[in-house]
């Protein structure tokens, strides 16, 4: 079914694309993550994982699996978003860089920037990076769950 190929083939690229994202954001500009945007790359690994054995075990529950890893993973984005714009009070967990190897680890521990859950580093149209996982992963899980439920009525039809 044409449908259902679409939904694994968007349950698949959708984390991928977005993973990508944020690692060239964290490792090509200087973004590091902070303890909420790991939060979102977790989801997105579950989704990521659901995706790829959608593909290796052809299963329509795969796939609706995948679209609810990637809707909770836009769901925290849009949480976390909230947090940068001051809309609701977040979590008081911040993350700091992990030292390098070779280096003394309490030097770099205490020489590590915290990266602070409530600022945006960066945006695009006044909407951060988190903003855009919310917007970007919400609109594919339900682009997801359209392509099934039609392909489905298709198939029962």
């Not at 679209?67 to 609701?88: K, T």
Request: proline share 6%.
């Amino acid at each position: 079914m044409p449908d259902e190929k679409a939904a694994r083939w968007l349950a698949l690229l959708t984390p991928a694309l977005l993973l990508a994202g944020a690692y060239i954001s964290q490792y090509g500009f200087g973004l590091p993550p902070c303890e909420m945007c790991w939060w979102q790359r977790y989801a997105h690994f579950a989704a990521l994982a659901l995706g790829f054995l959608a593909f290796v075990i052809p299963n329509r529950m795969l796939v609706w699996l995948a679209a609810v890893a990637i809707a909770l993973a836009g769901l925290i984005g849009g949480f976390h978003a909230g947090v940068e714009y001051g809309w609701w009070q977040g979590v008081t967990a911040c993350t700091a860089s992990p030292f390098a190897s070779g280096q003394d680890p309490l030097a770099a521990i205490l020489a590590a920037p915290v990266i602070r859950c409530d600022v945006a580093p960066w945006s695009l149209f006044g909407i951060s990076l988190a903003g855009w996982n919310f917007l970007f992963s919400i609109a594919a899980a339900l682009a997801i769950a359209l392509l099934l439920t039609r392909g489905r009525r298709v198939a029962d039809g």
